[in-house]
């Protein structure tokens, strides 16, 4: 797995924790997080401070001193951070849920009146003889009509092959 979808599943766990309203995460909690998916299952405690290192030296998340109290040293050192999404990158999150959740419910239609012109465009082309020569002055009309026009005012330049 590379970097990046690493740092996209940091961000949207620390996305997640922040609208839960436990913005502060300790390490270990990610990485029980990450456990979750098949691609970690040999991803360590070293590689994910060095990877949450990485997010914070890029200004996406912030890294907040523990002052709560340890049971043990290696607890204090382990868990001597806690971490959080800078408030950018939770907008930028929101973001793209927001576009995700609209692409997926853009639908196309076309103007009746557009679907009309564009059949009896293809009717007329259809009746038309077919020619495989085009002459000089049909296909300057044809790049000229390609580079302003759309495609129900192109149809009538194209001329089908024997």
């Given amino acids: 797995?590379?970097?990046?979808?690493?740092?996209?599943?940091?961000?949207?766990?620390?996305?997640?924790?922040?609208?839960?309203?436990?913005?502060?995460?300790?390490?270990?909690?990610?990485?029980?997080?990450?456990?979750?998916?098949?691609?970690?299952?040999?991803?360590?405690?070293?590689?994910?401070?060095?990877?949450?290192s990485t997010l914070v030296k890029s200004?996406?998340?912030?890294?907040?001193?523990d002052k709560g109290k340890a049971k043990s040293y290696e607890e204090y050192k382990r868990n001597r951070y806690r971490y959080k999404l800078n408030p950018h990158t939770i907008e930028l999150e929101k973001a793209l849920i927001s576009m995700e959740t609209t692409l997926h419910s853009i639908r196309g239609s076309l103007e009746k009146s557009l679907t009309d012109r564009l059949l009896e465009k293809l009717e007329?082309?259809?009746?038309?003889?077919?020619s495989k020569e085009i002459t000089k002055s049909e296909n300057q009309e044809f790049i000229r009509g390609a580079s302003v026009g759309t495609t129900a005012e192109i149809v009538p330049y194209i001329k089908p092959e024997k």
């Fill in 59 to 65: 200004n996406n998340l912030e890294q907040i001193q």
């Fill in 1 to 52: 797995m590379d970097k990046r979808t690493l740092h996209i599943k940091l961000s949207f766990y620390l996305f997640l924790a922040a609208m839960s309203y436990s913005s502060l995460v300790l390490p270990s909690e990610i990485l029980v997080y990450l456990k979750e998916f098949p691609y970690f299952d040999n991803y360590t405690e070293e590689e994910l401070l060095a990877d949450l």
């Fill in 124 to 130: 007329k082309l259809s009746t038309q003889p077919i």
